[in-house]
């Protein structure tokens, strides 16, 4: 399963890459695996504000309907239309054309509270890959 090096993780699944002071947040490639066909996205419009851990959206598949919980406390300052209206990129691209909303940090400190890849790596019970010998 794919766990990018470069981002945080909330043991809910969702991960965030930091770009300067805005965070995007989609779910992980492990969440997406486990919902199955992604068929709907419900995300908040540009200007909302999220608290850590405190829902953010759905994402309804095939098998479920599932909260998606904001990793950061900010304001939206983007959602992923996209995915909105091709829910399937969420499946196909978690980490690329599948992310879902842009947030303005409140509080850098946050990503402090989430996984490093290698602790959502254990998270998930997966090995970290080898360095090789």
Known sequence: MSVPDDLRYS???EWVRLQGDVATIG???FAQDQLGDVVFVELPSAGSSVRQFSSLGVV???KAASDVYSPVSG???ERNVKV???PELVNSSPYEDGWLVKVKLADKADLDKLLTPDDYRSHIGE????GGD
């Open 84 to 86: 909105i209206e091709s």
């Open 60 to 62: 309804e598949s095939v």
């Open 75 to 77: 304001e939206i300052v």
């Open 11 to 13: 043991k809910e699944h």
């Open 27 to 29: 779910i992980t490639h």
């Open 127 to 130: 090995t970290a890959p080898s």
